[in-house]
Every structure is written in C-alpha cells, then in structure tokens.
C-alpha cells in the first residue's frame, strides 16, 4: 500500500532559527502533498497544498513567508518553518495523494515541534 | 458549523467491550468517507473507505455503516482492545477532505 515518509519525528529548535520537515512518498508518485497543523485534542487544520513543480497554496491565516513549502520532485516535499517561535510549536503532519486521486488519503507520521 | 460532526468527544470503556462512534454530516452528496485512526503523537491511518452509495465496510474488528439519507455513519469497534486507545477521525471528500474534530477513545484493563 501507499506509504508516506516524515522526518524527523521530533525537533526541538532555538527561538529564531528554521526547521525543515521532510514528506516523501515511498512507493508512489505524489503530485499533490498537502500539510497539516493539529493542536493538542483538535482535528487537522490545513495549512496549504502543494504541487510538484509549482507555488503551493495557502489557506486563508497561514503566514507563506513563515512557512515555506517546497516540491521539488514527484516524491519529496518540505516545510521549512522560518524564525520559529514558541507559538509555531505544534504537531505538523504531511499527506500524499496517489495518482488519479487528487486527495491526500495517506498520511505521514507527524512531526512534533517544539520551538525553546 | 463544522460540515462533519463526531460524538461523543470522548468515551471510556472497558478491554473487550462494543461500541459506537457517530459521524453526523452536513455535505453531499460526497466522493467518499472514510474513518481515520490516530493513535497519540502519530499521523492518521485509514481504516474503512465507503463511497456514498455504499452501506457497510469492515476492517477486522472495525465495522463502519453509511446511511446517506440521514447523512450518519458510525464505526463501531468490536472486542476492544487496549491498542485501541486513539482518536478516531470521520473525513468527508468532496473536492476536499473534511475533518470531523475526532472521537477520543480510551480502553481500560
């Protein structure tokens, strides 16, 4: 079945400095990623959906220059959380849509950030 | 209001007990619905998938029933196990997937 890979699981960053978070999609080619931010006991908030070779797309509230999606190739995409602040911590999670689907039905494991 | 409702917000019961999630919907009609399990800490994995003419989908001891004229589904989970502590999530597609706010369920021995 379709895999999606996210790293790291866990970063603790310094107030001020970028952390990068990787989704890959292990077994398929993934046009659409799309990435998600969940508060403790909330459902998944999209941030912004991204596609491979062109500008990804922010929801309404959600800071592109903070957080900078890239999609470099079929199976990679990156969040990269810029100047991060204590409220930036959160859990980020990244999904992948299979091909001829358009939807991202499978999800990364998550990555728990905690900015100090 | 949200588009997908889930009750209860919470629910305790006892290692090998039933029970019952609910999912109330307002959208349709819709690609498909599917219930995620996330366990604490982890990304959601997908249990059952329906389409919206279908009725019922198992998945070992997870069962999710459809009944589209009165926009519910509901999981209901049999012979609970302690690893079944999680939350379990209702997603509704249309041209975009959304989220119910979760059901959080906690076994105890």
């Known amino acids: 079945g379709a895999v999606v890979s996210q790293h790291p699981s866990r970063v603790i960053c310094k107030s001020g400095t970028s952390v990068k978070i990787e989704c890959r999609s292990l077994?398929?080619?993934?046009?659409?990623m799309f990435w998600y931010r969940q508060f403790p006991k909330k459902s998944l908030m999209l941030m912004a959906t991204?596609?491979?070779?062109?500008?990804?797309?922010?929801e309404q509230g959600v800071e592109k220059d903070k957080f900078l999606i890239n999609h470099a190739s079929l199976t990679l995409s990156t969040l990269t959380v810029t100047s991060a602040h204590p409220e930036d911590s959160s859990f980020y999670i990244c999904?992948?849509?299979?091909?001829?689907?358009?939807?991202?039905?499978?999800f990364g494991s998550g990555t728990r950030l905690t900015v100090v | 209001k949200n588009q997908v409702e889930q009750s209860p917000q919470s629910l305790i019961i006892l290692e090998g007990k039933n029970c019952t999630l609910q999912?109330?919907?307002?959208?349709?009609?819709?690609?498909?619905l599917r219930w995620y399990k996330q366990d604490t800490g982890r990304g959601p994995v997908s249990l059952t998938i329906?389409?919206?003419?279908?009725n019922t989908k198992s998945n070992g001891r997870y069962t999710a029933t459809l009944d589209a004229d009165t926009k519910q589904s509901s999981l209901h989970i049999t012979a609970s196990q302690l690893s079944d502590s999680a939350s379990y999530i209702c997603?509704?597609?249309?041209?975009?997937?959304?989220f119910g706010a979760g059901t959080r369920l906690t076994v105890k021995p």
């Open positions: 999904s992948a849509s299979q091909p001829g689907t358009g939807y991202g039905y499978t």
């Open positions: 077994d398929f080619q993934a046009t659409t």
């Open positions: 991204s596609n491979e070779g062109s500008k990804a797309t922010y």
């Open positions: 999912c109330n919907y307002t959208v349709s009609p819709f690609s498909n």
């Open positions: 329906m389409t919206f003419s279908e």
């Open positions: 997603v509704v597609t249309i041209n975009d997937m959304r």
